[in-house]
C-alpha cells in the first residue's frame, strides 16, 4: 500500500485512526503493530511470514543477548542473531546477484531462483540487528513482544525508512503523549511530503521516463535527465522521509530527520551528512567504528571508509552499478580525508559546484540499469553517443525543456532551505502570523484536493526506495 494512493489516503489511515485513538493506553501498541501488519500484509500477502518469524528471532536473541551478557556467550549470540538477520536479506535480495556472477566467472549455468524481493527488508533487517546490538552493548531488551512488533513494523516507516533505531524510541514505545500541536504539525508535515512526491517527483520521474525511450537523445537531454532524476530522487526520497516522521508524530512518536538539504552541501563529505542521515549514521555505529573508525591508522582508517561504501553501494541493490556508486564516494571521501577538504573550504561557490557535480554523475551510475547504460549516460554528457558523436540540442530536448521547465526550477529552489526560511519568517512576522495562521488549513486543504486530482487521474507510481 503506497502512501500516495486513495485507499491509504482516505481509508486506512483514517480507520487506523479511529482504531488507534480509542484504544486504550495498555492496547495502543498492540493496535498499532495490527494495522502495521495489514499495511504489509496488503502488498506482501506471503512475505509478511517472514518479516513475523525475522521480528520473534530478534525478540528471543535480545532476550538471550541480555540474560547472557556478562558472559562469553554475548558475543556468539549476537552474531548468531545478526547472521540470521542477514541470512534473509542476503537470500531474498542477493542470492541471485551472487549465481550470475558466480556463473560468468566459472562458465556455468547453475540456474537462477528468481527470488522476489520482500519490499522494506532493508529497512526492517537493520533495525532488528541494531536492536540486538545495542542490547548487547547494554540497553535493556523489550521484554514485551507486541512493543518490539510494533517498533519493527511500524508502518509509517516501514517499507522506506527512515532507520529507526530502538534505543530512540525505547522510551515512547513504554509511554507517549498526545497532543493537539503534535497531531497538526504531523499532518503539516505529512501533507508536504506528499506534496514533494506527487506535485515534484512524480512530474520529473515523467522526465526520467521520457529519457529512456526516446530515439533523439542529445547533450542537452542527457543533462535535462541527469539534473532531473538528482531532483527525482531527492523530493521522492525525502518527501516519504517527511510522511514517515509526519505519521510518527501523530502517534506521538519523533522519528530522527533523515535530509538536511544535501544539494547545498561544501563537500561529499558534508553530503554524506545532509543524505539520508539514519542509513549514514547505522553504518558508522555499527560498521566503520566496530570496525576501528578513526582511532586506528592511516591506512585501516582508508580500509574501514572502503568497507562501509561497498556496503553501502550493496545494501541500496544486488547490481554493480550500486556496488561502483558506493565505491565512487569511498574514492572522494577519501580524497577528502587525506587532502582536499581544506581545500574546499577556500571557495564557497567552486566546492558546491564540484559536489554538484560528482553527485550528478553519481546519480547517473546509481540509476542506470548496467554499467553499460550507465557509461552511455555519462558519455552523452560530454557528447559522445554509440554512434560517435551526437548533437548538443534536439526538439525533442527542447521540447522537454519547455514542458518541464516549471517543475524543475520549483525543484531546483526546493531543494534550498530558501523556501523554509520564507515560510518560517511569515509565520513567525507580527503583522504576517495571523494571516498564517488562518491561510495554512486553506493551503494544506487546497494541496489535498489538487494531489487527490493527480491520485484519481494519474498512474501507479511507487517510491523509488521501495526498491532497495
Known sequence: MLFSSIPFLY???????????????????????????????WGERMYTIVMVVSILLGYVFGLLIERFRNTKAKKPLTAVSVALSLSFLLYF???????????????????????????????????????TIDVARGERAQKNPISLGAYITMFPQLIAGPIVRYSDIDAELRSRTHSVADAAEGIRRFIFGLAKKILIANQLGELVSLYRVSDEKSVLFHWLYAIAFCLHIYFDFSGYSDMAIGLGRIFGFHFSENFNY??????????????????????????????GGNRCGKARQLFNILVVWFLTGMWHGAAWNFIIWGLFFAVFLTVEKLWLLKHLEHSKVLSRVYVLILVL????????????EAGADLAGLIGIG??????????????????????????????????????????????????????????????MLVMTAYLVDGSFNPFLYFRF
Request: one cysteine or more; aromatic letters at 16%.
Open 11 to 41: 481509508y486506512f489511515i483514517v480507520i487506523t485512526l479511529v482504531l488507534y485513538f480509542i484504544s486504550p493506553k495498555k492496547l495502543k501498541n498492540a493496535t498499532l503493530l495490527l494495522t502495521s501488519l495489514f499495511f504489509y500484509f
Open 93 to 131: 535480495k542477493y542470492a541471485d546477484f551472487f549465481i550470475e556472477n558466480f556463473n560468468a566467472v566459472t562458465g556455468l549455468s547453475v540456474p537462477l531462483l528468481r527470488v522476489v524481493l520482500p519490499i522494506g527488508i532493508s529497512f526492517y533487517t537493520f533495525q532488528i540487528i541494531s536492536y
Open 262 to 291: 544535501p544539494y547545498i552541501s561544501a563537500s561529499v563529505t558534508e553530503f554524506w551528512r545532509r543524505w539520508h542521515i539514519s542509513l549514514g549514521s547505522w553504518f558508522r555505529d555499527y560498521v566503520y567504528i566496530p570496525l
Open 361 to 372: 554523475i553519481s546519480f547517473v551510475i546509481f540509476n542506470a540499469s548496467s554499467m553499460a
Open 386 to 447: 554509440g554512434q560517435g558523436i551526437i548533437p548538443l540540442i534536439s526538439p525533442e530536448a527542447v521540447y522537454n525543456l519547455r514542458s518541464f521547465a516549471v517543475v524543475m526550477i520549483i525543484a531546483i529552489i526546493g531543494a534550498t532551505p530558501l523556501p523554509k526560511k520564507l515560510a518560517e519568517k511569515f509565520a513567525n512576522g507580527k503583522k504576517t502570523k495571523s494571516v498564517c495562521n488562518v491561510c495554512e488549513p486553506v493551503v494544506l486543504m487546497a494541496l
